[in-house]
């Protein structure tokens, strides 16, 4: 699977911003989820759904702020982010977990994510 993370940018503290990562390759029947990696930091697990839509989860320096959905018929991935703070700066990647094929099952571990797409930068100013 080949995966191109878009909508990055430069927004205000407390503004919002959408992700979108479209997949490519194969069926898109496997878990989805956000990284994030800031500059001089490792890579974060920020959010992740299932196969189904309807089961996600959130880092918890992310809940309440950020949603994950997905459109399974057009093979994308989202990232609403609102209410952004400095401290989400950082390149987002968006990755898919292909072992992940339980309908309901949301993948958290970034062992279990096997493709990448190439990143986004997400920049908060204040």
């Known amino acids: 699977v080949q995966l191109q993370a878009s909508g990055g940018g430069l927004v205000q503290t407390g503004g919002s911003l959408r992700l979108s990562c479209a997949a490519s390759g194969r069926t898109f029947n496997y878990g989805m989820g956000w990284f994030r990696q800031a500059t001089g930091k490792e890579r974060e697990f920020v959010a992740a759904?299932?196969?189904?839509?309807?089961?996600?989860y959130f880092a918890d320096f992310v809940k309440g702020r950020f949603i994950i959905s997905r459109d399974n018929a057009k093979n994308l991935v989202y990232l609403q982010m609102n209410n952004l703070k400095s401290e989400d700066t950082a390149v987002y990647y968006c990755a898919a977990a292909s072992s992940a094929r339980s309908y309901y099952y949301v993948p958290t571990s970034m062992s279990e994510f096997d493709n990448w797409g190439q990143g986004t930068q997400v920049t908060v100013s204040s």
């Open positions: 759904i299932a196969r189904s839509g309807s089961n996600t």
